[in-house]
């Protein structure tokens, strides 16, 4: 039982390019969220889904996207990354709204 | 416009002695709140929660006290270890429209050997 996981750990980008940040949990979560966490800002809410197939904006979403082809999964996207996206992105994931998150690792990206 | 503030960025406690870690918030439709506590290079790990409709709630050595007309909530650690050292994370939910969880921005702390 691994929890979450994000996939990578560690990223370097130039401005301009793209990626896609993998997030996967095994304990049959329907809640799946993206953060990111900045000094002194705490986390803020990127993207969820409240379900397979189901994806929602949260507070910083602009630069996103994200996909939600599998239950387990969860991707975010980002198409031409900026070096304002540089961050630890944390993925969650819980069981229903109302139920306690379960964060991953985090994925520190750089992009200069 | 910080919904959930932590306004203490840092906190350094002797070992034994109680960590009163503070946390305010300003919407009055929150009626969740959690306390998360995160090391470095790792996730946040849930610790604690409270419900709006109670004003205390206990598990070991970590309490968390709500008081909902000063919209303020605070966790004590009783008593501080040096494994407490990490950055504190509350948390709250509001039911009005969807499930969303706002964080605040940390307080680390630092417990003294």
């Known amino acids: 039982n691994a929890g979450v996981t994000q996939t990578p750990k560690f990223r370097v980008l130039k401005t301009g390019q793209s990626m896609t940040l993998l997030c996967a949990q095994d304990m049959n979560h329907e809640y799946m969220y993206w953060y990111r966490q900045d000094p002194g800002m705490g986390l803020r809410l990127i993207h969820y889904?409240?379900?397979?197939?189901?994806?929602a904006k949260g507070e910083v979403p602009d630069g996103y996207n994200v996909s939600r082809l599998k239950k387990q999964n969860f991707l975010l996207g980002l198409e031409s990354a900026a070096p304002s996206q540089t961050s630890v992105y944390f993925c969650?994931?819980?069981?229903?709204?109302?139920?306690?998150?379960?964060f991953g690792p985090g994925t520190r990206l750089l992009v200069l | 416009d910080q919904q959930v503030k932590q306004n203490s960025p840092s906190l350094s406690v002797q070992e034994g002695r109680i960590s009163i870690l503070n946390c305010d918030y300003t919407?009055?439709?929150?009626?969740?709140f959690l306390w998360y506590k995160k090391y470095p290079a790792e996730g946040p790990t849930f610790l604690i929660s409270i419900s709006s409709i109670k004003d205390k709630n206990e598990d070991g050595r970590f309490t968390v006290f709500l008081n909902k007309s000063a919209k303020h909530l605070s966790l004590h650690i009783v008593p501080s270890q040096p494994g407490d050292s990490a950055v504190y994370f509350c948390?709250?939910?509001?039911?009005?429209?969807?499930?969303?969880?706002?964080f605040g921005t940390g307080t680390r702390l630092k417990v003294l050997a």
């Open positions: 889904s409240v379900g397979e197939g189901t994806t």
């Open positions: 969650a994931s819980s069981y229903s709204g109302v139920q306690t998150q379960y």
């Open positions: 948390a709250a939910r509001s039911t009005s429209g969807t499930y969303k969880y706002i």
């Open positions: 919407n009055s439709m929150f009626d969740y």
